[in-house]
């Protein structure tokens, strides 16, 4: 009878340990921890253009790692004089 109990619950084990790993939280690999609107994991690279600033305003928050306020902000306004630049060396048309 013991070792039924032992079979049973060493089968319990197995079947959820796969189901953990499958339902990881953003953030939990090194990321910002930003989930976006397509469901997926948002890198730090990415935070800016997909999130925003603040990053809550278009993505879901999960495990929000230290910094990525900071890095939403930085990255936003790097995104702003990027864009400024594209605009500055638009050339018109009809001169």
Known sequence: MR???LSVS???VVQVLPASSAFAACGDNGGPGYRNQA?????WEALARQCG???SS???AERVAE???EAAEKGSALRSLMDRSHEAKKVPANP
Do not use: D, H
């Open 10 to 12: 060493l089968f319990m």
């Open 53 to 55: 600033n603040p990053p």
């Open 67 to 69: 910094g990525s306020q």
């Open 58 to 60: 278009k993505c879901t």
């Open 39 to 43: 469901g997926k994991c948002v890198g």
């Open 3 to 5: 070792r039924i109990g």
